[in-house]
């Protein structure tokens, strides 16, 4: 059973205050939905926790299963089992997207046990066959260099492909519907939705749409606005959102849209 | 043997820093005479040392030579390699024994100081008629051979100072001889380690017409508090229909100071898949040439350097087009360290008439240390019409994105700017079909990351 808790977060990207005071909680097996319009601070969470270093808390807390979360470098935090999924991940030229994956392991078992001599190929070769089969992916892919040329789509398979290989215990995902193709979205959805309940996973869905939470089908629903959650709800509050939009939120917190 | 050109030069005076007193006209009498040369190879080298004596210095003012400072070399500490001072019984790192490549060798050499201390070659490469053994052994057995090859295509002594110096002094070295349209059955390979810090090593390799090899070709030496100079020589001669793979692995100790020349030519149809990996030295100033002398030829020059500390390394390509439908391509990728500094200097020529021609030459640098310095300058020149020739060049950092989103996987920090690196390296070691080499020069680049 493992537990994050956001306590009264705030941080700042180059001195400007972007999150003001964020509270959740989030439990293995739970899924929770985080909408709201853009510049609300979805994304600024989501490397605040996965631990970005141009993101700076400048208050609270965040604990995971007892740790004090943002004391972490961005790598413990994830051999710790939190995973970020991201909505731009970054390309890494010369780097092999299977020696990649093959390295998120070996780090693993090297934390555990310094001694470890890493996965074996064969084995490897095993495990990635699977995963890439549940989510789709050419094995191909296997040998391309890490999110470089890789379409939209791809990157977002790519996204989901690792979190199946590392197994986190609580995972964040940020914006992954966006910029798929239905198929695309059903594939990474249905894979996300799986492995949740294989790990019994706790999970953050940031999204503005309600497709995705189609299949994900959040436990909780939560509207950030200007770097608040404002609104907590159930499933309906998604349906409501996609009927009314935001300016009703807006109104109701008098907060201006930026343009 | 030909005769070179000796270029009646005014005597100039040397410069009073530099006293190179130890490389005399006796000097190369003695080495000669305790290598027990042939008379033809005596007055080979009396003509080089009179082209050595009348070539100037070279200073800042000559373009190739602007970006590298000779002034600071400790030119008092060199001197010729003469018998007697060989550490023939020094020990020599394991790793360097160990193969480079999947299929065993069928010949191999190790030298210390330029003296041989173990060499085999197969029976089957020797019924194939290929000769592969120490220079001066070369030129007592093949002194045909020799007379016809040495530093009369390749690298010639009338090149420079110290292609001069070379042609006066050298010593050691391979002889690598491939006959007409026989194909070496096995790769060969090389070790050159030196101990005494005066190296002036030949490699001369002669691919006849339609003949193929592979040699790997590794210099290397510990570190070591007292100065020392490499001035080598590396003559490729691939003839019509050849394909060579040669690898040329430089780690010599921060000690070392290396001057050296080096020319690939390759015939009609030839291939010359030429790869350099250069991570020792305290100053490295390298000219390397491919020549590209009959239509179809084509070349491939891959360089993988990476410097730290005071290193200074200055690599001259040229790429010449001296024929219509050739096609050379290089790329040289270097990292930086601290205050380390890296020159990259290209040329691609073509002659006139020299059309259809496909040149290409990329470097890439990889900035570690807001310290180091990297000089890019590609660079062409062109008299045919009907050609495509490219270049580029880049100095970059490491991604912090790149870097963050490794260690979002759990990946540590140290590993995740390894991978980065590697990964920037990994384009060049494609180019390279044996792991042995791959390891061996990613072995190295880890330990110089930190």
């Known amino acids: 059973m493992s537990i994050l808790e956001i306590r009264n977060l705030h941080a700042s990207v180059a001195d400007q205050p972007i999150l003001k005071g964020i509270d959740l909680t989030i439990r293995s097996g739970e899924t929770h939905a985080m909408m709201g319009p853009n510049g609300s601070g979805k994304s600024t969470l989501a490397y605040i926790l996965a631990g970005h270093p141009a993101y700076t808390p400048t208050a609270g807390q965040v604990i995971f299963d007892g740790m004090d979360l943002l004391d972490m470098a961005a790598d413990e935090r994830s051999r710790a089992g939190l995973f970020l999924a991201f909505q731009y991940p970054a390309s890494v030229p010369g780097v092999t997207l299977a020696k990649f994956l093959r390295a998120t392991i070996n780090s693993r078992r090297k934390a555990e046990n310094p001694d470890d001599k890493g996965i074996s190929i064969p084995e490897f070769r095993r495990l990635l066959k699977q995963k890439m089969d549940m989510l789709g992916i050419d094995h191909k892919m296997a040998g391309r260099y890490l999110n470089e040329g890789f379409s939209g789509g791809e990157k977002k398979r790519v996204e989901i492909l690792q979190m199946a290989t590392v197994e986190p215990q609580i995972a964040i995902m940020d914006e992954t519907d966006s910029g798929l193709d239905i198929d695309a979205l059903r594939v990474v959805a249905e894979g996300s939705k799986r492995l949740q309940e294989e790990l019994d996973m706790g999970m953050l869905v940031i999204t503005h749409y309600q497709r995705i939470l189609d299949y994900i089908q959040p436990d909780y629903v939560h509207i950030m606005l200007d770097g608040r959650i404002v609104e907590s709800g159930g499933p309906e509050m998604a349906l409501k959102l996609e009927e009314s939009g935001y300016d009703w939120i807006r109104e109701k917190y008098g907060v201006v849209e930026k343009v | ?450």
Request: charge should be negative.
């Open chain 2, 1 to 450: 043997m030909s005769n070179y050109v000796i270029t009646q030069l005014q005597i100039t005076q040397l410069p009073n820093y530099i006293i190179m007193n130890t490389f005399t006209k006796e000097a190369v009498k003695e080495l000669s005479a305790s290598l027990n040369e042939p008379e033809w190879m005596l007055e080979f080298r009396l003509r080089a040392f009179v082209v050595y004596e009348n070539t100037p210095m070279p200073t800042t003012k000559d373009e190739a030579w602007r970006r590298t400072n000779l002034r600071f070399m400790p030119w008092d500490e060199f001197g010729p390699s003469i018998n007697g001072d060989a550490a023939v019984d020094a020990e020599v790192p394991s790793f360097l024994g160990e193969q480079l490549t999947e299929d065993e060798v069928g010949g191999s050499l190790l030298q210390i100081d330029g003296v041989t201390k173990q060499y085999e070659l197969s029976d089957e490469l020797r019924e194939q008629g290929v000769i592969f053994c120490d220079m001066s052994t070369a030129v007592t057995e093949y002194p045909d051979l020799i007379q016809k090859y040495f530093m009369t295509e390749g690298v010639r002594p009338d090149e420079g100072k110290f292609a001069a110096l070379h042609a006066a002094f050298w010593r050691g070295g391979t002889f690598l001889y491939v006959p007409r349209n026989v194909q070496a059955n096995a790769p060969l390979h090389t070790v050159l380690w030196s101990v005494n810090g005066k190296t002036f090593t030949h490699t001369l390799v002669v691919l006849e017409e339609g003949s193929e090899a592979v040699f790997m070709d590794e210099y290397a030496s510990a570190d070591n508090d007292k100065s020392g100079l490499h001035n080598g020589a590396v003559e490729l001669l691939v003839q019509d229909n050849a394909s060579l793979i040669y690898a040329g692995l430089q780690d010599f100790g921060t000690n070392v100071w290396q001057l050296n020349h080096e020319r690939g030519r390759v015939g009609r149809y030839g291939r010359l898949d030429w790869v350099t990996s250069m991570m020792g030295t305290r100053l490295t100033k390298a000219f390397q040439t491919l020549d590209l002398d009959g239509p179809g030829g084509w070349g491939r020059m891959s360089g993988i350097f990476f410097t730290n500390g005071r290193q200074h390394l200055d690599l001259d390509t040229q790429q010449n087009h001296n024929a219509p439908d050739t096609t050379s391509d290089l790329l040289y990728k270097g990292a930086l360290r601290e205050k380390s500094r890296t020159v990259w200097q290209g040329m691609i020529k073509a002659l006139p008439g020299s059309q259809r021609i496909d040149g290409f030459q990329a470097n890439r640098n990889l900035m570690l240390d807001k310290t180091a310095r990297a000089d890019s300058i590609p660079g062409l020149e062109i008299e045919a019409d009907d050609v495509i020739c490219t270049h580029a060049s880049a100095i970059g950092q490491l991604d912090p994105e790149e870097i963050f989103y490794l260690m979002s996987r759990g990946i540590p920090r140290e590993t995740a700017v390894e991978m980065s690196v590697q990964g920037f390296f990994d384009p060049l070691m494609r180019r390279i079909p044996f792991e042995g080499v791959r390891n061996r020069i990613f072995d190295r680049i880890v330990e110089k990351i930190y």
